[in-house]
């Protein structure tokens, strides 16, 4: 399966992230799932990169082309199978839509934000049928979970939102749960 993982592209972050996310993708590599990805060679990206490229897995990067001219996103990951280049990062946000068959969110900052909350509204909005998994290392989604739970008490939030998404806080239940979907 084609697993698209957002996440981090900061190198400011504590090294456990890394490290545990270097470990996903070389399960996932070594399950025989392929990465799609935003073609980052630092942070949470690179370190998805890196673990499916030691797992010996296929990695296709998306990235806008202004990227290669800015390094705004830090320097891209040289040893992409393929890469993809874009417009803008609208397109690369849909170009890895179409191309995952699940989604796999990582602690991240804006960038993993917006890509995530677009993912989740297309599927409330029935116009995305894909498993969202969160991996919630170290806890760091849990702030995040528990506003969304004030904006559902508040009545900004419509949906049992949590329908939406299923959340792991250790690698073996987030690969278990993978590896089932595959066989489906």
Same mark, same amino acid.
């Given at each position: @399966?084609?697993?698209?993982?957002?996440?981090?592209?900061?190198? =400011?972050?504590?090294?456990?992230?890394?490290?545990?996310?270097?470990?996903?993708? #070389?399960?996932?590599?070594?399950?025989g799932h392929a990465l799609i990805y935003g073609a980052g060679s630092g942070g949470?990206?690179?370190?998805?990169?890196?673990?499916?490229?030691?797992?010996?897995?296929?990695?296709?990067? !998306?990235?806008?082309?202004?990227?290669?001219?800015?390094? &705004?996103?830090?320097?891209?990951?040289?040893?992409? /199978?393929? @890469?993809?280049?874009? /417009?803008?990062? =609208?397109? =690369?946000?849909?170009? @890895? #839509?179409?191309?995952? /068959? !699940?989604?796999? &969110?990582?602690?991240?900052? *804006?960038?993993?934000?917006?890509?995530?909350?677009?993912?989740?509204? *297309? =599927?409330? *909005?029935?116009?995305? +049928?894909?498993?969202?998994?969160?991996?919630?290392? +170290?806890?760091?989604?849990?702030?995040?979970?528990?506003? *969304?739970?004030?904006?559902?008490?508040?009545?900004?939030?419509?949906? +049992?939102f949590e329908d939406l998404f299923t959340v792991f806080n250790d690698e073996k239940?987030?690969? /278990?749960?993978?590896?089932?979907? +595959?066989?489906?």
């Amino acid at each position: @399966m084609n697993i698209c993982i957002f996440g981090s592209a900061s190198n =400011r972050i504590d090294p456990s992230y890394i490290e545990a996310v270097e470990s996903l993708g #070389e399960k996932l590599a070594k399950q025989g799932h392929a990465l799609i990805y935003g073609a980052g060679s630092g942070g949470l990206m690179g370190a998805s990169a890196r673990g499916f490229y030691r797992g010996k897995g296929k990695i296709t990067g !998306i990235a806008p082309e202004f990227f290669t001219e800015t390094k &705004v996103d830090g320097e891209l990951f040289e040893q992409c /199978d393929e @890469m993809i280049y874009t /417009d803008t990062m =609208r397109i =690369r946000k849909q170009k @890895m #839509e179409h191309a995952a /068959d !699940i989604f796999v &969110v990582v602690p991240g900052g *804006l960038g993993t934000f917006d890509e995530v909350f677009e993912i989740l509204t *297309l =599927r409330q *909005l029935r116009q995305l +049928n894909k498993e969202i998994y969160f991996y919630n290392i +170290n806890g760091y989604y849990d702030e995040m979970f528990a506003f *969304l739970e004030t904006s559902k008490a508040k009545g900004f939030i419509s949906q +049992n939102f949590e329908d939406l998404f299923t959340v792991f806080n250790d690698e073996k239940s987030l690969l /278990d749960a993978i590896s089932s979907k +595959n066989k489906a």
